[in-house]
């Protein structure tokens, strides 16, 4: 990606589309003195709407803090981050939270599932903490949505971990967010249920133009979006468009040799 006087340059994105989240000159330091590190150095970005961004580097690159910065989940050092039109910086923390809840989507690497709910009150709970019980059947319909009607009465222990993931994806997905967060959503997974809720994320973007950002250490997974940002000691060290398995190894491999 490379970057003028206007902001960041996105391939295949109109100029006059507002980005569903943008970043500009964000840092991120944690700790102080000798223990002070800078895990994003600053950084900016434009993720489109209705597109499929995957987010790589080597470890400690920032790619796990630009999304907690990204989603509202840590407030950066310096910069400015926007959920569309809306800055995040002005906002107060109940606000912060009321926004993460209505227009934010998270799915991480644990599934987070309440053992003692059902698939469908584990799906309902984003309604139910907002003061919206939902009806059983937008419950229903959620899981419909990643292909688990008729596990809506089964608790997680009676789900396999790629379920269990789909019923998270449910559970994100039920309140229509703007933007879907996956944080190496496919981490716990065997390769065919990580490839089934890769598909489903593929699907959201092509079927509903949904927006989704994940976070992935595998080239395979990052294969699946529309372009994949590369990070490096907190910067972005350039992207890729239309990514392939061996194109993005080659990549990572380029990086984590310094290169």
Same mark, same amino acid.
């Given at each position: 990606?490379?970057?003028?006087?206007?902001?960041?340059?996105?391939?295949?994105?109109?100029?006059?589309?507002?980005?569903?989240?943008?970043?500009?000159?964000?840092?991120?330091?944690?700790?102080?003195?000798?223990?002070?590190?800078?895990?994003?150095?600053?950084?900016?970005?434009?993720?489109?709407?209705?597109?499929?961004?995957?987010?790589?580097?080597?470890?400690?690159?920032?790619?796990?803090?630009?999304?907690?910065?990204?989603?509202?989940?840590?407030?950066?050092?310096?910069?400015?981050?926007?959920?569309?039109?809306?800055? !995040?910086?002005?906002?107060?923390? *109940?606000?912060?939270?009321?926004?993460?809840?209505?227009?934010?989507?998270?799915?991480?690497?644990?599934?987070?599932?309440?053992?003692?709910?059902?698939?469908?009150?584990?799906?309902?709970?984003?309604?139910? !903490?907002?003061?919206?019980?939902?009806?059983?059947?937008? *419950?229903?319909?959620?899981?419909?949505?990643?292909?688990?009607?008729?596990?809506?009465?089964?608790?997680?222990?009676?789900?396999?971990?790629?379920?269990?993931?789909?019923?998270?994806?449910?559970?994100?997905?039920?309140?229509?967010?703007?933007?879907?967060?996956?944080?190496?959503?496919?981490?716990?997974?065997?390769?065919?249920?990580?490839?089934?809720?890769?598909?489903?994320?593929?699907?959201?973007?092509?079927?509903?133009?949904?927006?989704?950002?994940?976070?992935?250490?595998?080239?395979?997974?990052?294969?699946?979006?529309?372009?994949?940002?590369?990070?490096?000691?907190?910067?972005?060290?350039?992207?890729?468009?239309?990514?392939?398995?061996?194109?993005?190894?080659?990549?990572?491999?380029?990086?984590?040799?310094?290169?």
């Amino acid at each position: 990606m490379t970057a003028g006087a206007a902001g960041p340059i996105l391939v295949g994105v109109s100029i006059d589309e507002v980005p569903a989240v943008r970043l500009r000159e964000v840092r991120k330091v944690f700790g102080a003195g000798a223990d002070r590190v800078a895990a994003l150095d600053g950084l900016s970005v434009d993720i489109p709407k209705g597109g499929f961004t995957a987010v790589m580097g080597p470890s400690g690159s920032g790619k796990s803090t630009l999304l907690q910065c990204a989603a509202g989940l840590e407030r950066p050092s310096g910069g400015a981050v926007y959920l569309g039109d809306t800055p !995040l910086a002005g906002l107060s923390e *109940t606000q912060l939270t009321r926004l993460r809840r209505d227009r934010i989507g998270f799915v991480f690497q644990s599934f987070n599932l309440l053992p003692y709910l059902d698939a469908a009150r584990n799906v309902a709970l984003p309604l139910l !903490l907002a003061g919206r019980p939902p009806r059983r059947r937008e *419950t229903v319909a959620a899981l419909a949505e990643v292909g688990l009607a008729e596990r809506a009465g089964h608790r997680p222990a009676q789900l396999s971990g790629g379920q269990q993931q789909r019923v998270a994806m449910a559970r994100a997905l039920i309140a229509r967010p703007e933007v879907l967060f996956a944080d190496e959503p496919t981490g716990n997974l065997d390769s065919a249920a990580g490839r089934g809720v890769l598909d489903l994320l593929r699907a959201m973007v092509d079927s509903h133009r949904r927006t989704v950002v994940m976070v992935t250490h595998d080239p395979l997974a990052a294969s699946y979006a529309d372009r994949v940002l590369f990070l490096r000691d907190g910067a972005l060290a350039g992207e890729l468009a239309g990514p392939t398995p061996r194109g993005v190894a080659g990549r990572m491999a380029a990086l984590e040799a310094g290169q």
